[in-house]
C-alpha cells in the first residue's frame, strides 16, 4: 500500500510546467491589454468632457457679451509697463469654474501675473485644459527664451487644447499687420467673432482642439531650423499674451493634418507647421469642439483639404459626415 501511495504523488512534468507558465503568461499579457484599453478608453472620455466644457463655457461667454472670447489682445505699453494682454483662456476663467483666478488676472499690468514664481497667476494648474493622454513634461514650464520680452519670463502652466485660428496661426508675421495670420477661424489675435459670423454652419465649424506634446524630431530639429523658439513641451502656455507668441501657445490652426509630426531633417516651415498642428495621445486621431457644442473624434486620415475647410467658419466649403 505504501507503494502505490508513493506512486500517486507524482509531481509535474518540466513540459508541464512550461505549457502553466506559457498560459499564465497569455493570460497575463490579455489582462494588460484590457487594462491599458480601458485606461485609454477612460482618457478619451474624459478628453471629450474636457473639450464639452470648454465649448459650454465659450457658448456662455457669447451669450454673456453677444461674442466669443478673443484669440489674444496683445499688451500695449504704458510708461514702460504692459497693459491690456489677455487671451481665449483668460477670459474663460469665469465661464470654468476659475473666477477667483480671474479676478486675480492683471490686466493693468501684465508683469504682475507673471510675479511669484510658482505661485504666479499664469503658474496655476487648471485641469480642464489638460488631457490625460498628453504626454506633457511637466504641467508648468520654466520659459525663459529669447524670443520672449524679458518681463515675461517666468513659469507657465500648460494646456493640452488650443482654439480654432484657421489655416495659420504661427509664425504670423510683423506686427502691427501680422500678414501671415490666416484670421479665417474662430480665434486669433484681435478677434472678435460672433454666431453669425460662422456663415459655413456651427456644426461644420472647429473650436477646439487638441495638442500633443510630443515630437522628439521637432525637438532636434526647432533649434536648428528656428533658433529661439519654443521646444515642443513649451508650447500652450495657457496665460501667455506677452506678444505675437500667443497665437501659437493658445490657438491651433491647419496647416498640416492630424498627427503630423517634423520629419527627419526637417525644415523651417515643416517645423512651424507641427507647432500649430492638431494631434493628441488619443490612437487614431484626436476630439475635437465644434462650435454647435458638439465633440467628435476626427480620424488621422482626415484628408488636409477637409480638415481645413472645418477649420474655416466662412470658406464657402462643402463638408459631409463621410469625409472625416
Same mark, same amino acid.
Given at each position: 500500500?505504501?507503494?502505490l501511495?508513493?506512486?500517486?504523488?507524482?509531481?509535474?512534468?518540466?513540459?508541464?510546467?512550461?505549457?502553466?507558465?506559457?498560459?499564465?503568461?497569455?493570460?497575463?499579457?490579455?489582462?494588460?491589454?484590457?487594462?491599458?484599453g480601458?485606461?485609454?478608453?477612460?482618457?478619451?472620455?474624459?478628453?471629450?468632457?474636457?473639450?464639452?466644457?470648454?465649448?459650454?463655457?465659450?457658448?456662455?461667454?457669447?451669450d454673456?457679451?453677444?461674442?466669443?472670447?478673443?484669440?489674444?489682445?496683445?499688451?500695449?505699453?504704458?510708461?514702460?509697463?504692459?497693459?491690456?494682454?489677455?487671451?481665449?483662456?483668460?477670459?474663460?476663467?469665469?465661464?470654468?469654474?476659475?473666477?477667483?483666478?480671474?479676478?486675480?488676472?492683471?490686466?493693468g499690468?501684465?508683469?504682475?501675473n507673471?510675479?511669484g514664481?510658482?505661485?504666479?497667476?499664469?503658474?496655476?494648474?487648471?485641469?480642464?485644459?489638460?488631457?490625460?493622454?498628453?504626454?506633457?513634461?511637466?504641467?508648468?514650464?520654466?520659459?525663459?527664451?529669447?524670443?520672449?520680452?524679458?518681463?515675461?519670463? &517666468?513659469?507657465?502652466?500648460?494646456?493640452? $487644447?488650443?482654439? +480654432? @485660428? #484657421?489655416?495659420?496661426?504661427?509664425? !504670423?508675421?510683423?506686427? =502691427? /499687420?501680422?500678414?501671415?495670420?490666416?484670421?479665417?477661424?474662430?480665434?486669433?489675435?484681435?478677434?472678435?467673432?460672433?454666431?453669425?459670423?460662422?456663415?459655413?454652419?456651427?456644426?461644420?465649424?472647429?473650436?477646439?482642439?487638441?495638442?500633443?506634446?510630443?515630437?522628439?524630431?521637432?525637438?532636434?530639429?526647432?533649434?536648428?531650423?528656428?533658433?529661439?523658439?519654443?521646444?515642443? &513641451?513649451?508650447?500652450?502656455?495657457?496665460? $501667455?499674451?506677452? +506678444? @505675437? #507668441?500667443?497665437?501659437?501657445?493658445? !490657438?491651433?490652426?491647419? =496647416? /498640416?493634418?492630424?498627427?503630423?509630426v517634423?520629419?527627419?531633417?526637417?525644415?523651417?516651415?515643416?517645423?512651424?507647421?507641427?507647432?500649430?498642428?492638431?494631434?493628441?495621445?488619443?490612437?487614431?486621431?484626436?476630439?475635437?469642439?465644434?462650435?454647435?457644442?458638439?465633440?467628435?473624434?476626427?480620424?488621422?486620415?482626415?484628408?488636409?483639404?477637409?480638415?481645413?475647410?472645418?477649420?474655416?467658419?466662412?470658406?464657402?466649403?462643402?463638408?459631409?459626415?463621410?469625409?472625416?
Amino acid at each position: 500500500m505504501a507503494r502505490l501511495a508513493r506512486r500517486g504523488r507524482r509531481g509535474f512534468t518540466l513540459i508541464e510546467l512550461l505549457v502553466v507558465i506559457a498560459i499564465v503568461a497569455v493570460l497575463i499579457g490579455l489582462l494588460l491589454v484590457a487594462v491599458q484599453g480601458a485606461r485609454q478608453a477612460a482618457a478619451r472620455v474624459q478628453c471629450k468632457n474636457n473639450l464639452m466644457q470648454l465649448a459650454i463655457a465659450a457658448h456662455d461667454h457669447h451669450d454673456a457679451h453677444g461674442r466669443f472670447p478673443t484669440g489674444a489682445r496683445l499688451p500695449v505699453d504704458v510708461g514702460g509697463r504692459p497693459t491690456m494682454g489677455t487671451n481665449v483662456w483668460v477670459e474663460l476663467l469665469p465661464y470654468i469654474e476659475q473666477g477667483n483666478l480671474h479676478r486675480t488676472w492683471d490686466l493693468g499690468d501684465n508683469r504682475n501675473n507673471v510675479a511669484g514664481g510658482r505661485d504666479a497667476v499664469q503658474a496655476q494648474v487648471i485641469k480642464i485644459l489638460l488631457c490625460p493622454s498628453d504626454p506633457l513634461p511637466e504641467p508648468v514650464r520654466l520659459v525663459t527664451l529669447g524670443r520672449i520680452p524679458p518681463w515675461s519670463h &517666468g513659469f507657465y502652466a500648460m494646456s493640452s $487644447y488650443g482654439g +480654432n @485660428a #484657421g489655416k495659420r496661426s504661427v509664425q !504670423t508675421g510683423g506686427a =502691427p /499687420a501680422f500678414p501671415r495670420l490666416s484670421r479665417d477661424g474662430i480665434f486669433f489675435i484681435g478677434s472678435y467673432i460672433r454666431l453669425a459670423d460662422v456663415i459655413d454652419g456651427t456644426s461644420n465649424t472647429i473650436l477646439f482642439g487638441e495638442r500633443y506634446h510630443h515630437d522628439p524630431e521637432y525637438d532636434r530639429r526647432a533649434p536648428l531650423v528656428w533658433p529661439g523658439s519654443a521646444l515642443m &513641451g513649451d508650447w500652450g502656455r495657457w496665460g $501667455y499674451v506677452a +506678444n @505675437a #507668441g500667443a497665437s501659437g501657445n493658445v !490657438t491651433l490652426s491647419t =496647416p /498640416a493634418r492630424i498627427n503630423y509630426v517634423v520629419p527627419r531633417e526637417g525644415d523651417l516651415a515643416a517645423v512651424e507647421d507641427r507647432a500649430c498642428a492638431f494631434g493628441s495621445g488619443h490612437r487614431g486621431g484626436a476630439n475635437f469642439a465644434f462650435a454647435d457644442g458638439s465633440v467628435r473624434f476626427l480620424r488621422d486620415g482626415t484628408s488636409l483639404p477637409t480638415l481645413q475647410a472645418l477649420s474655416t467658419r466662412a470658406g464657402g466649403e462643402v463638408v459631409s459626415a463621410g469625409d472625416y
